[in-house]
């Protein structure tokens, strides 16, 4: 009878060990990683190219840029004027979007009522996609938006704004301090009922504090 008792005693404790061996040895599996929204994925892109970027609040980076044909174009040439920056990829169905519907054309005219003598830029930082800088100018004249297409080769203008999507909008008073930045308006899908540029700049004309000052931009990712 020990005999018998001894020898399942040792099977049952060679089946634990097994077990325990079999449990040390398995891969761990890690949980599936979470796919974060289309619009996001893109602003996530740009984040990682761009800087921390530009503060509102602070004086807005100076720069100097070749327009399409061209010539050089610097901030300080609008010394004195409200500064309204928009990011632009001619290649991005959004950004081709907010010209199509009329939003891009929209935004203009109200910053133009506000201040006449406000100066509207488009600038493409797009360097990984070389066809976007010489589709810039067509996608301007087609829609018969007639602004300064200037381009940022190096995404060196980009990155100290902190650029992130297409479109992306910055609002400079005529201190040339940044006093907005963010989305052109509050929905991606076409349907927004707020324009976020022409209220800056419509609280700035009445000497109000900007608000909101600050939204999250949509589009896609800056192709620095």
Same mark, same amino acid.
């Given at each position: ?58 004086? &807005?980076?100076?720069?100097? *840029? %070749? ?7 610097? =901030?300080? @040439?609008?010394? +004195? !004027? $409200? ?51 010489? &589709?810039?100018?067509?996608? *301007? %004249? ?7 297409? =200037?381009? @940022?080769?190096? +995404? !060196? $203008? ?57 939204? %999250? ?8």
């Amino acid at each position: 009878m020990k005999k018998i008792l001894s020898i399942v005693l040792a099977s049952t404790l060679a089946v634990g060990f097994t077990a325990i061996s079999v449990a040390q040895d398995a891969p761990t599996q890690e949980a599936p990683k979470e796919r974060a929204p289309k619009g996001q994925r893109a602003a996530g892109r740009g984040d990682k190219n761009a800087a921390a970027g530009a503060k509102v609040g602070e004086a &807005a980076p100076a720069f100097t *840029l %070749k327009t399409a044909d061209g010539k050089d174009w610097s =901030l300080s @040439d609008a010394k +004195g !004027k $409200v500064v309204v920056i928009e990011w632009v990829n001619p290649e991005c169905p959004v950004c081709e979007r907010v010209m199509k519907d009329g939003t891009v054309a929209a935004t203009i005219k109200g910053v133009k009522e506000q201040y006449p003598d406000a100066v509207y830029l488009a600038i493409n930082s797009s360097a990984s996609r070389p066809s976007s800088f010489d &589709a810039t100018p067509a996608y *301007l %004249k087609d829609n018969k938006i007639e602004i300064p297409a =200037l381009f @940022d080769r190096d +995404g !060196k $203008v980009g990155k100290s704004y902190g650029a992130r999507t297409t479109p992306h909008c910055f609002v400079i008073n005529a201190e040339g301090v940044l006093v907005y930045k963010g989305a052109i308006d509050n929905s991606q899908s076409g349907d927004g009922k707020t324009n976020h540029v022409v209220q800056a700049v419509t609280q700035l004309k009445k000497g109000e504090k900007v608000e909101p000052s600050e939204t %999250k931009p949509f589009g896609c990712g800056v192709k620095y």
